[in-house]
């Protein structure tokens, strides 16, 4: 089992529509979670982290469900802007010190 | 700040040339990292850095060698580069562990043919 899962898409909607990824990690010790936001041929930006009471910021809302192992993004009210491949994110509590570990992201499109 | 920078944005090496990436960050972070990724594939750890003389293996390690002398500078150094090592090399920074944000270079698009 890869130790990060995200459906690849690309997820195609149009403008206006909420759209949710879904992310599931193998280690149940992971105590940090994040998405983060990566455009085409651009590196990656911290979107935002997610808390086990769940957050929001603006149109986007992060959910942690820890007994499962799954942590959500859900994006209302689609805009072009939207458009970008987004990444979960969670933290390896191995060895000396805590490394991060990316899933392959997921691919949305927001269509005019 | 400009943050993190990577230098060269590009680079087209032979197979079995050398070269060093260079990775600067002007946040007087700690820990400092190295990535790569592939084409449909996840950011993968090469070295990661502590802080300025303390560096450490990552998932990917072989065929890379990195340094840090000061806590700005992080370089990476292909030896004998091979065309496995196609790919994009991220260089990124945090204050602290993985609790706290990195921030990353713009990356730098390698390839070896």
């Known amino acids: 089992r890869k130790e990060v899962e995200q459906d690849p898409g690309p997820f195609n909607v149009p403008e206006g529509a909420t759209v949710a990824f879904n992310c599931t990690y193998s280690?149940?010790?992971?105590?940090?979670f994040f998405w983060y936001r990566q455009d085409c041929r651009k590196e990656p930006k911290l979107l935002m982290s997610?808390?086990?009471s769940g957050n929001e910021d603006g149109r986007f809302t992060a959910q942690l469900n820890r007994a499962s192992q799954y942590i959500s993004l859900l994006i209302r009210d689609s805009k072009l802007s939207d458009s970008a491949t987004y990444l979960c994110?969670?933290?390896?509590?191995?060895?000396?010190?805590?490394?991060?570990?990316f899933g392959t992201g997921t691919l949305l499109a927001v269509q005019p | 700040n400009a943050g993190v920078t990577q230098t060269p944005k590009f680079r087209i090496l032979k197979i079995g040339q050398s070269m060093t990436l260079q990775c600067a960050q002007d946040?007087?972070?700690?820990?400092m990292y190295w990535y790569r990724q592939d084409p449909g594939m996840g950011l993968k750890l090469i070295y990661y850095?502590?802080?300025?003389?303390?560096?450490d293996k990552g998932e990917v390690p072989n065929g890379y060698n990195v340094s840090r002398s000061t806590t700005e500078d992080f370089p990476l150094r292909l030896e004998l580069a091979a065309p496995s090592q196609t790919s994009v090399y991220f260089c990124?920074?945090?204050?602290?562990?993985?609790?706290?944000?990195?921030?990353f270079g713009p990356g730098t698009r390698l390839t070896v043919t």
């Open positions: 990124a920074s945090s204050y602290s562990s993985s609790g706290n944000e990195q921030y």
């Open positions: 280690n149940s010790a992971s105590q940090s």
């Open positions: 997610v808390y086990s």
């Open positions: 994110v969670v933290n390896d509590l191995g060895g000396a010190t805590n490394k991060l570990i």
């Open positions: 946040m007087n972070h700690n820990y």
């Open positions: 850095s502590v802080g300025a003389g303390i560096t």
